[in-house]
């Protein structure tokens, strides 16, 4: 089990950035994917974006494409989600989570996070 904490959340008005961190600690930090979900009010939580264990492969929801950056430092066990031109709609609880799969850290991830809130004021 791989035990993670975020944080970097906060408040930020529309167009503003944010970098969320996830730390990592417990299991070898590369030898899993990791990724971010998030959860808005009142909506069921989505896949934000994923991370294979070498930094190489990356997705993205289309909602987030070109404002979101994903990215890790193995040396530190430490992953990144870098936000910029954030949107209202962005405003969630974010949470990093683990697998050991890149497939499955997009859906089902084993380990997840406490997660932090984003809030983003119009």
């Known amino acids: 089990q791989v035990q993670l904490v975020e944080s970097g959340g906060g408040l930020v008005q529309a167009g503003g950035s944010l970098r969320l961190s996830c730390a990592a600690s417990?299991?070898?930090?590369?030898?899993?994917?990791v990724g971010w979900f998030r959860q808005a009010p009142g909506k069921e939580r989505e896949f934000v974006a994923a991370?294979?264990?070498?930094?190489?492969?990356?997705y993205y929801i289309d909602s987030v494409k070109g404002r979101f950056t994903i990215s890790r430092d193995n040396s530190k066990n430490t992953m990144y989600l870098q936000m910029d031109s954030l949107k209202p709609e962005d405003t969630a609880v974010y949470y990093c989570a683990a697998s050991r799969s890149l497939v499955r850290v997009q859906t089902t991830p084993e380990d997840w996070g406490q997660g932090t809130q984003v809030t983003v004021s119009s």
């Open positions: 991370i294979s264990w070498n930094g190489g492969i990356t």
């Open positions: 417990g299991r070898t930090f590369s030898n899993y994917a």
